[in-house]
């Protein structure tokens, strides 16, 4: 009999779910067996034996995901528990399921007991603490805590979590995002100790004779923390940041998100987190008057950035200058973990980079160094005793890092630090090459998955809008990160101005000059990230929240268009042709935004439809075919991959006119070497358009060529990172996931996992593998919101041998060559075709 698994409430699995901040939260769940489910039940309590705040009773329904809870009214800091089970047709019900539970946020503003609380003086960093005293017979600790620009909670001397770099990047005037934990073991009868430790992050950047993507501030650093105690006598009592709060500086010296961190441990007061501290130099705390921007729980957060793993160095490099060079063996965002021995008052400092220059020593031009200054950590000892310290406020993308001073370096381990999203995803096929580039393009989506998916872990770590959308496909299969996509959709909401304009990057923490400002192919996240995320879940609710936003911004778009036709765009970003890579060279702006414009107005359209708004959608379906026309008749005839590319994928042309674009297209990466010339935008839908079209054996060429840029040339040249440019010179960096979208290819064509747009969110999966001659096997897995599903396939001479699983409750198309389409149910099926000559 089915059972469910993985219960999750509004998408949070445990133990995640601390801090809903929905009054009416959403419950899911995936189902073990390989059956159909025709009903379920959900009991809710406030404990894992009581079912008082809600019992569903018997709902006549096969849906797992979304299940709006329909109970009792939740209150803030509350402690919810949950299990369900489900029958199959109309006999009894399964076994119930392991009880998950969740916490609720903070979900009215007059709930909130504390104020912001700043220092009355200018500081690179902020210690806070706050001694109080607790009577034995506590039941449960809650605390709701955010601290700007980063923060950690400290607890009679502990860090409390596991949690870096909090609380998520934002618009800080618009949203700030608050962290939950339960505080119950760490409290104890008598004195205990709150304390918050506090550095700049995206909230402030300074220039200070390092390297900086830009300058700017959203005031002194702050902090707010509201702590409920609830005894077992029934009493609740609340402790808030006010001025009772004390702050000093501590030892962190310099903390700049691109610059580096500087600690300076004589300068760190001991044992300040702890009870029995005496505070005599500290100062009271001050509340910040200034209206801060609305608080978010885990409604519009992303998973917290952790540690995930950790390496040691496998080389070690001697420069000339008495230096000594460690090789991690792999660019990645790491942050370092460091013992020093020497005398009190010696300096280490590390300096990182992604490549080497010829003397041995870091070049840090493909970080955005050289001569706009560099990125470093530093350590000053406090003591003559061997000491450990690692870094809180400051990762960055690189693979060696030099270690030089007074002090002596023992060890260095790098801490491999991004987004906690759980993989999804699974890939291996009998060419290496093909799993080298996989890996190669994996460890850039790691190493931009943070609270936003930049764009480079270094040079500028800005949440570049393209990305989204163009690279949501591929990173979908590989990490769980929806999560990103709805606080990516609320980045965007608070970026939009009045005008409708969505900017290129969300959080807009600068304003770029001109279309590196407002791209038609940036913002296009708007509409593309709901599109993609309704594919690959099912949820509506990103078409339904943003639908205004959304129409806003493709009013702004036909303002700037004209005759149809929009030049406000970036064009084929980072092609690749006889000049340096950077502004489009193959396929200028208007080509692009054009076709951009047409697609998001068709798409548009659609939301339209899904909503019922029939009007809406007649006039987004004329907008689309009045622009497609106007992008026919100026650019159908011009020779460039992207161009040839959008023309198809886009079904920009006619059916007809199409087949000519193809050809055109195959023909020019056969002229090239078959290597490609797309860029950025292009190099996507180059990618589409051969595997729609069926002609899957040309990109596998177009992916194994290893003479001309691209994917196996950037691994010969020692590539460990997909690099920002095809050629991977050291002009740019050497970790951009910007043109990973080969992995869509790879699970979604060559292995063939496909969500059906009919029936989205792997309710129903097309199975439609693409077996080339030139490989033996390919296998993959990806755990969809519904559960896993998997296709491996062999070829040996003419026979296919295919081994396909569907997950329980679910249904899939097995579309296979020369064989009619064949439905499956859940469960694990193996065929044999016969192929063809």
């Not at 019992?55 to 299940?67: C, H, L």
């Not at 890939?427 to 931009?448: G, M, Y």
Request: glycine share 10%; proline share 6%; charged share 20%.
């Amino acid at each position: 009999m089915m059972r469910p698994i993985e219960l999750r409430c509004d998408d949070w699995p445990e133990p995640q779910a601390l801090g809903i901040d929905s009054p009416q939260p959403r419950l899911s769940w995936k189902l073990e067996g390989a059956g159909t489910q025709s009903a379920y039940q959900v009991l809710v309590g406030t404990s894992p034996e009581l079912a008082e705040l809600w019992d569903s009773g018997r709902v006549a329904s096969a849906e797992t995901v979304s299940i709006d809870y329909a109970g009792k009214p939740l209150v803030s800091s509350q402690r919810v528990f949950w299990r369900v089970r489900v029958w199959e047709g109309t006999g009894q019900p399964g076994p119930w399921s392991q009880t998950a539970a969740f916490t609720m946020g903070l979900l009215s503003p007059a709930d909130l007991k504390a104020s912001w609380i700043v220092a009355p003086a200018a500081t690179e960093t902020l210690l806070l603490r706050k001694a109080f005293t607790l009577p034995g017979g506590l039941k449960r600790a809650t605390v709701h805590v955010t601290g700007l620009g980063q923060f950690e909670l400290l607890v009679n001397g502990q860090k409390v979590g596991e949690n870096l770099l909090s609380p998520g990047w934002t618009n800080y005037n618009k949203t700030i995002l608050y962290e939950t934990f339960d505080l119950t073991e760490r409290l104890k009868a008598g004195e205990n100790v709150l304390g918050m430790r506090l550095g700049n992050g995206m909230y402030n950047v300074v220039r200070r004779n390092r390297f900086v993507k830009f300058t700017g501030t959203f005031g002194p650093l702050r902090a707010l923390l509201h702590l409920r105690l609830e005894h077992v006598d029934g009493r609740v009592e609340f402790i808030g940041t006010d001025p009772s709060w004390s702050w000093h500086p501590g030892g962190t010296t310099f903390s700049n998100i691109y610059g580096g961190e500087d600690f300076d441990s004589r300068k760190e007061p001991t044992g300040w987190s702890a009870p029995g501290f005496s505070e005599r130099d500290w100062t009271p705390a001050v509340v910040l008057i200034r209206p801060p921007g609305t608080l978010r729980g885990l409604s519009v957060s992303a998973p917290p950035l952790q540690v995930i793993e950790t390496r040691k160095p496998l080389t070690k490099i001697h420069p000339p200058d008495g230096s000594t060079v460690y090789d991690l063996g792999q660019n990645a965002s790491w942050v370092p973990r460091i013992r020093v021995s020497g005398p009190a008052g010696s300096t280490l400092r590390l300096t990182p980079s992604e490549v080497l220059g010829d003397d041995g020593k870091p070049n840090q031009r493909t970080m955005g160094g050289g001569d706009r200054g560099g990125t470093w950590w530093q350590y000053t000892k406090s003591t003559d005793a061997p000491e450990e310290w690692c870094p809180r406020f400051h990762y960055v993308g690189s693979r060696f890092f030099q270690a030089a001073g007074t002090a002596q370096l023992e060890s260095l381990e790098g801490q491999l630090v991004h987004a906690s999203a759980a993989p999804v995803g699974h890939f291996a096929c009998s060419n290496p090459l093909l799993n080298r580039i996989r890996e190669l393009v994996r460890w850039a989506q790691r190493s931009n998955m943070v609270s936003v998916l930049t764009d480079c872990p270094h040079r500028e770590k800005l949440g570049w809008l393209e990305q989204y959308h163009l690279n949501g496909p591929a990173i979908r299969y590989e990490f769980d990160v929806s999560r990103h996509f709805v606080k990516g959709m609320n980045d965007m909401a608070d970026a939009q101005d009045a005008s409708g304009l969505i900017p290129n990057i969300a959080p807009e923490f600068t304003k770029f000059e001109g279309t590196f400002r407002a791209a038609a192919e940036w913002g296009a996240a708007l509409l593309l990230v709901p599109l993609q995320h309704y594919h690959f879940t099912g949820d509506l609710s990103l078409i339904r929240k943003h639908y205004p936003a959304m129409q806003r911004y493709l009013a702004y778009l036909t303002s700037r268009a004209k005759d149809d036709i929009l030049a406000e765009g970036l064009g084929d970003w980072y092609d690749q042709g006889p000049k340096k890579p950077g502004v489009a060279q193959n396929t200028p702006p208007p080509i692009t935004a054009t076709a951009f414009y047409s697609y998001l107005s068709r798409t548009l359209s659609q939301f339209a439809q899904l909503l019922d708004k029939r009007e809406d959608a007649t006039l987004y379906a004329t907008q689309a075919e009045r622009v497609r026309l106007a992008w026919v008749k100026s650019f159908g005839t011009h020779a460039s991959q992207c161009a040839y590319a959008l023309g198809f994928a886009l079904e920009l042309a006619v059916r007809s006119e199409r087949e000519r674009l193809l050809a055109a297209l195959i023909a020019d990466l056969e002229r090239n070497g078959w290597a490609t010339t797309a860029g950025d935008v292009g190099f996507r839908f180059v990618l589409r358009a051969l595997a729609d079209a069926g002609r899957s054996d040309v990109v596998y060429k177009l992916l194994t060529q290893e003479s001309k840029p691209g994917y196996a040339y950037q691994l010969q040249k020692g590539a460990t990172a997909l690099t920002e440019a095809w050629d991977a010179n050291t002009g740019a960096s050497h970790n951009h996931f910007m043109l990973g979208q080969v992995t869509e290819w790879l699970y979604h064509d060559l292995a063939g996992i496909q969500p059906d747009p009919a029936r989205p969110g792997f309710r129903h999966t097309l199975l439609k593998p693409a077996s080339l001659l030139e490989l033996d096997w390919v296998e993959a897995r990806y755990d969809s919101i519904r559960g896993t599903v998997g296709l491996r396939w062999e070829r040996s001479g003419q026979r296919l041998r295919v081994r396909a699983t569907v997950p329980a409750n679910t249904t899939a198309t097995l579309l296979l060559p020369g064989r009619a389409a064949e439905p499956l149910t859940p469960g694990t099926h193996q065929r044999e075709v016969m192929l063809h000559a």
